[in-house]
């Protein structure tokens, strides 16, 4: 079936180093590819998306890359402060009878070490 | 904009016993979901729903998980009897409908311990 694959499930980076998540996915009719942060005990807030048109976008210190043939997309963050300290996950989304259809990654533990 | 509201936010219960949460999505919103994210893992779809009518109720557990939305504004995820794998939080979500920037916004969670 249709899933996505997210790595790595934890990452732990040193204040002001950069952080890359990676990932893949199986539906080739997905053509929308937001990432959310889940901070401990709150709601998975949408923090960057990338449609299939788009081979890159960037907002401050997060950017998200999209490789279409290969299938997969990967998030960056630079400059890592310890406020950055969340889980995040990916979804890949599509069109499918009038509505949209997101599956998502299993997620990342990201810790920012101050 | 009012966000999405979901009540109770925290439930606790013992296992066979019966529980209900309520979800009132972002006005508007056409499409309206439900998942079950289990501690360190994503979000998992239950049901789907567009209006007041179900697009994709594959993953749910039929046998003791229901849900409705009647009146294609809020719903309800009922779970009878409960089990004690059924131990999550349980997310409900909303967007609009396709044309609309299809950004799925999620409500701060139901979180159910069964003991």
């Known amino acids: 079936g249709e899933n996505v694959e997210q790595h790595p499930s934890t990452l732990s980076v040193q204040e002001g180093d950069s952080a890359v998540i990676k990932c893949t996915y199986s539906?080739?009719?997905?053509?929308?590819f937001p990432w959310y942060k889940q901070e401990l005990g709150k709601r998975p807030q949408l923090i960057i998306d990338?449609?299939?048109?788009?081979g890159e976008k960037k907002d401050q210190r997060i950017a998200v890359t999209l490789n279409k043939t290969a299938k997969h997309f990967s998030l960056h963050i630079t400059e890592t402060q310890p406020e950055d300290s969340a889980v995040y996950f990916c979804a890949a989304s599509r069109t499918t009878s009038g509505t949209y259809k997101y599956i998502f990654g299993t997620g990342t533990r990201l810790k920012v070490l101050a | 904009e009012a966000g999405v509201a979901q009540s109770p936010r925290y439930k606790i219960i013992e296992k066979r016993q019966s529980v209900a949460f309520w979800c009132n999505p972002i006005s508007g919103h056409a499409t309206l979901y439900w998942y079950q994210q289990i501690l360190g893992q994503g979000p998992k779809l239950l049901i789907q729903?567009?209006?007041?009518?179900?697009?994709?109720d594959s993953q749910l557990p039929k046998d003791r998980f229901s849900a409705e939305r009647l009146k294609g504004v809020d719903s309800t995820l009922k779970i009878q009897p409960a089990k004690l794998e059924d131990s999550a939080v349980y997310l409900c979500?909303?967007?609009?409908?396709?044309?609309?920037?299809?950004?799925?916004?999620f409500g701060e969670g139901s979180w159910l311990t069964v003991v």
């Open positions: 729903f567009q209006n007041n009518g179900v697009v994709d």
């Open positions: 539906d080739s009719a997905s053509n929308y």
């Open positions: 979500a909303s967007s609009p409908i396709p044309g609309q920037r299809n950004t799925i916004y």
């Open positions: 990338i449609r299939s048109n788009v």
